[in-house]
């Protein structure tokens, strides 16, 4: 099970932070030196559009944000939210400038290897992970409220599920596994307060 940090994938201070840099990078701040915000702009020299944005959130002389961009538009940004020297979240944005997910990494060592998308309501609703840290997807998370309900998993790598797990109260209640990789389920296993129960389902 992953989790990403907070139930909802944009904070206030990433909100804040966002526009802090755009305002700094949009407003002439150039390649050549960070101005008193800690802020640089980076332009492309073919089109002399604005490409990158760095920031340094604390004045300690080491960036921590990079901002990428398409002109005005935000791309992605890459953030070291606990000023380490490690990125641990990286922010993708669509054509509408608009957050579509938010990847972070299991392991803590600036290797993204997890994706999480927001609902409707805010909150997270589903986390895709590379088990293999390969950046291929191959585990699929499913919240609900913030909670994991369900997830599917590819576990040989043939880019078909061959292991779904359902959960009920945040806690594992039951595994099905496709055993001769045909794509359907052929053993279960429950879990439950009397230990795990086994069977064969075809």
Same mark, same amino acid.
């Not at 290897?113 to 590379?130: K, P, T």
């Not at 806690?171 to 064969?200: F, H, M, Q, W």
């Given at each position: ?72 538009? +935000?791309? &992605?940004?890459? @953030? *070291?939210?606990?000023? $380490? #020297?490690?990125? =641990? !979240?990286?922010?993708? /944005? %669509? ?76 806690? +594992?209640? &039951?595994?099905? @596994? *496709?055993?001769?990789? $045909? #794509?359907?389920? =052929? !053993?279960?296993?429950? /879990? %439950? ?10």
């Amino acid at each position: 099970m992953c989790r990403c940090s907070g139930s909802r994938l944009v904070s206030l201070a990433t909100i804040a932070l966002m526009t802090a840099v755009l305002m700094a990078g949009c407003s002439g701040a150039s390649g050549g030196g960070a101005d008193a915000a800690g802020v640089r702009a980076t332009y492309s020299k073919s089109t002399g559009k604005l490409e990158l944005v760095t920031y340094d959130t604390n004045k300690d002389g080491r960036v921590d944000v990079w901002s990428h961009m398409d002109g005005t538009r +935000l791309l &992605s940004m890459d @953030i *070291d939210r606990n000023l $380490d #020297g490690v990125i =641990d !979240r990286w922010e993708y /944005y %669509g054509a509408d400038g608009g957050l579509e997910k938010v990847g972070f990494s299991r392991a803590n060592d600036g290797n993204v290897d997890a994706w999480a998308y927001q609902g409707s309501e805010g909150q997270v609703a589903r986390i895709d992970v590379s088990t293999r840290r390969d950046g291929k997807v191959n585990r699929l998370e499913f919240y609900e409220s913030g909670k994991l309900v369900r997830a599917e998993e590819n576990t040989d790598g043939d880019a078909k599920p061959d292991k779904w797990e359902t959960y009920r109260d945040g806690a +594992l209640a &039951s595994v099905e @596994i *496709d055993t001769d990789r $045909d #794509g359907l389920p =052929d !053993r279960r296993l429950t /879990y %439950g307060p009397n230990g795990v129960k086994a069977e064969k389902l075809r």
